[in-house]
């Protein structure tokens, strides 16, 4: 595969009017780090998003809003000078997969979300707390029950609309114990699913899933399968108790909506399209978009992530390919394949954080890629957040200036 050096991507975008780029957050623009709480944002990141509007949007599992949203570390990052929602500075997009939208002025919606899934997302994490309360004592026989309260505390975060267990903190405490790691991935599924059958037993069928990350895809009955933990990395770290319907991919197309509507003033998914009705496959994501908007009025889209994986099944005999970029990417990838379109995929190295991932530094791409994979990695950032961030800056001065994007 011949990929695009950075600067290479850099100058092919510089000219192009009819442009949106869809970017991840964390480990994209932001280093990953064991405590989500220590993340920060870089000012000039932020204000390179404002430069580049309505051509930029993000697509994020983490949240916009609540003490741990994306929005707090946009107000730290700018200066006192700076208020982003008077300036529209806030990060336009979409958050936890798909079902919280912000516009650049920090305007919060949840379509498509019911009063009754809000209070059962509103007592999970005490929920996740003490479940995992009981489960922990079985792998920490030596803790007491204060240094397991503290490890349960820190490891559920209280999101609106996406509450998470996040192992990142409790795998710190186990740095080279593969197997312990093993069993608190076990225990993670496990008390997960028991929330699932919670919101069963109050009415709330089909109203939630888990997201696992990072994972090896889906396994038969759709669910996703968790990334066992190896030496040299810790697999999947989080899961997600999110809403039905909140995956990137029919996000991308929610955010295709919008800029269709504000270029040409017509919404070809209609006004009320979410991601809660939205298509739920990559087959018929695709063809809606065939359906409703004309080949040529696509614009170039470019989709940066940090978060790929392939691995081979264990019998050999086949790809575990997941992550939850991948979908989303590989949508657009196949747009631009239908429409025409050079469409780009950039993937960002988030190895360089506290959190043990597969370095894009590898020539194999081991962890992250396969020689069958049908996702085109076009530029890859080996140097991560840092690497992206300066782009980024570049791209919106570079943009801005230019008489043919203004």
Not at 184 to 204: I, N, S, Y
Not at 358 to 382: C, H, K, N, Q, W
């Amino acid at each position: 595969m011949q990929r695009l050096s950075p600067d290479q991507l850099l100058q092919e975008l510089c000219g192009v009017e009819d442009l949106l780029i869809v970017q991840d957050l964390d480990g994209v623009c932001m280093q990953l780090v064991n405590d989500p709480l220590t993340r920060q944002m870089d000012g000039a990141y932020v204000m390179a998003a404002g430069q580049l509007g309505d051509t930029f949007a993000v697509l994020t599992n983490g949240e916009h809003e609540g003490r741990r949203g994306v929005n707090r570390l946009v107000e730290q990052a700018l200066s006192a000078d700076h208020d982003p929602a008077q300036a529209g500075l806030y990060l336009r997009g979409l958050a936890a997969g798909g079902v919280q939208f912000q516009d650049r002025y920090g305007q919060l919606s949840h379509p498509g979300v019911s009063e009754a899934e809000i209070a059962f997302l509103a007592a999970a994490p005490l929920r996740m707390e003490a479940l995992l309360k009981d489960g922990l004592p079985e792998i920490f026989p030596l803790h007491s029950l204060e240094q397991i309260a503290q490890l349960a505390h820190a490891a559920v975060l209280d999101t609106q609309v996406s509450p998470t267990v996040n192992l990142n903190g409790i795998f710190a405490a186990i740095p080279e114990d593969v197997e312990k790691q093993r069993m608190m991935q076990t225990l993670l599924q496990r008390l997960m699913e028991t929330l699932l059958a919670d919101a069963e037993k109050q009415g709330l069928e089909g109203s939630f899933f888990l997201h696992v990350a990072p994972n090896l895809g889906r396994n038969a009955d759709g669910m996703e399968r968790l990334k066992p933990a190896v030496k040299g990395d810790v697999g999947t770290t989080d899961i997600q108790f999110m809403l039905s319907g909140s995956i990137k991919e029919a996000g991308l197309l929610v955010l295709l909506n919008q800029y269709m509507a504000r270029r040409y003033g017509e919404v070809p998914f209609g006004d009320d399209f979410n991601v809660r009705v939205a298509p739920q496959t990559h087959d018929a994501l695709l063809k809606l978009v065939q359906d409703r908007i004309p080949a040529e009025r696509m614009p170039l889209l470019v989709g940066v992530g940090d978060t790929v994986t392939s691995n081979p099944s264990t019998d050999g005999a086949t790809w575990l390919r997941g992550g939850s970029d991948r979908g989303f990417l590989t949508l657009l990838q196949a747009l631009g394949s239908w429409s025409g379109r050079e469409n780009r995929v950039v993937v960002v190295d988030s190895s360089h954080g506290e959190v043990d991932r597969p370095s894009l530094s590898d020539p194999a791409l081991r962890g992250i890629s396969d020689p069958e994979d049908p996702l085109r990695l076009d530029v890859l950032m080996t140097a991560g957040p840092k690497q992206y961030i300066n782009w980024f800056c570049q791209l919106a001065a570079q943009r801005s200036s230019s008489p043919a994007t203004i």
